[in-house]
């Protein structure tokens, strides 16, 4: 299975990594797209905070794209969704889910050492955007999810999330603060204690206090989070997700994304595609030679450099490619506007399928 169309029909989720600034947003909601053509109900969900996707798909801010997802109207067999990604809205979810009561919830909810880390805890982004897609991925609504990934320098952020969370609760302070208040254990939160009233002398009191009650809030929810954990990492390494790449044909992008594909594969994870936005069209020139001396003559050079320039991507890319035995590798020429509306994402979205098409020459 090595085409893109391939992907775009017979996988159930569809994950875009890459640096930032690669067209990574747009590429996923044109890859949705496509495949919404081909008769898939296709969610695509971004992490994007910059909000691109809403502008991708020429949506007004008054009816931008929120967390839940909503249906774009497209001309296609399928059905075409989007969600943005709301980070706290989506931990508040799980929180939700997994607290034994509402009152344990609500308590959870309304503490402010819990709002300060759903928001800022490192990795928490990475991890709501798996929980997200793991959530999506289980809607009946959908056969396809297509998730575009944070920006970021290391493709095994968001994979290593679910495994972060779990970290965090097998924390030894964790586990101390979260002990349940009995004979010996009462003494050892003591200790715990004296230790938090330290470090209240550095930050405020107030704060160690909500820490406390947090995970003292938190207890009894482990298990669920941790189950969570497990089942999606393994949605993320299961037989009908597929990584796709994309990149740019800068070698320093290329150079990034090859240490992608490289970490992905210690982690199991083989990308399956690679799509090449911005290339620099290519145009043969065997059949010039001779007018460089003629009234084409500037033409000429222009279009010798521009070879110049295209065979230099090329060789770029070739060391990228070489990576990837089985995988497709769709080049996307630069196009001549931004794609902002949802003309645009078509246009884009045939290029990604060419085999089978017939306006590539």
């Known amino acids: ?24 947003t747009t590429t996923a909601a044109a890859l949705a797209l496509e495949a919404a ?32 997802p909503q249906q774009i109207h497209v001309e296609a067999k399928g059905e075409l969704w989007a969600a943005m990604l709301d980070t706290s809205t989506t931990f508040d979810a799980l929180i939700r889910t997994y607290a034994p009561s509402d009152e344990q ?7 402010d050492f819990y709002r300060n880390i759903a928001n800022s805890m490192s990795g928490a982004h990475e991890y709501m955007a798996m929980e997200k897609l ?5 809607d009946a609504r959908f056969d396809l999810v297509v998730v575009d990934t944070p920006p970021t320098n290391n493709a095994i952020d968001f994979l290593e999330a679910p495994d972060r969370i779990t970290q965090f609760l097998d924390h030894r302070l964790y586990k101390i603060l979260v002990t349940p208040s009995g004979g010996l254990a009462r003494v050892v939160n003591f200790a715990a204690q004296s230790f938090l009233r330290t470090v209240a002398r550095i930050v405020s009191a107030s704060v ?15 298990e669920g989070f941790r189950g969570r954990a497990v089942a999606v990492h393994d949605l993320l390494i299961a037989e009908d997700t597929s990584f796709v790449l994309v990149t740019v044909p800068r070698s320093d992008t290329v150079h990034d994304a090859a240490a992608f594909i490289e970490t992905l594969g210690a982690a199991d994870i083989e990308v399956d595609a690679i799509v090449v936005n911005r290339v620099h069209p290519s145009f043969g020139s065997s059949h010039l030679d001779g007018l460089d001396n003629g009234p084409l003559a500037p033409f000429i050079t222009v279009l010798h450099d521009s070879q110049t320039v295209a065979a230099g991507q090329d060789a770029v890319l070739a060391s990228l490619t070489d990576e990837l035995p089985a995988g497709a590798v769709v080049k996307i020429p630069f196009l001549d506007t ?4 949802l003309d645009g994402l078509a246009v884009l979205a045939q290029w990604l399928t060419p085999s089978e098409d017939t306006h590539h020459h």
């Open 208 to 222: 160690v206090d909500d820490a406390i009650e947090f995970f003292a809030a938190f207890d009894g929810m482990e």
């Open 37 to 68: 053509q081909r008769g898939r109900r296709v969610c695509v969900v971004t992490i994007d905070p910059a909000r691109r996707l809403s502008d991708a798909m020429g949506f007004d801010t008054d009816r931008a794209i929120g967390n839940a």
């Open 338 to 341: 931004d794609v902002h509306d």
């Open 134 to 138: 793991y959530e999506l991925h289980n």
């Open 105 to 111: 919830a609500q308590n959870i909810l309304t503490n």
């Open 1 to 24: 299975m090595n085409s893109v169309a391939a992907l775009l029909e017979e996988q159930s989720v569809i994950v875009c990594v890459g640096a930032g600034g690669v067209g990574k």
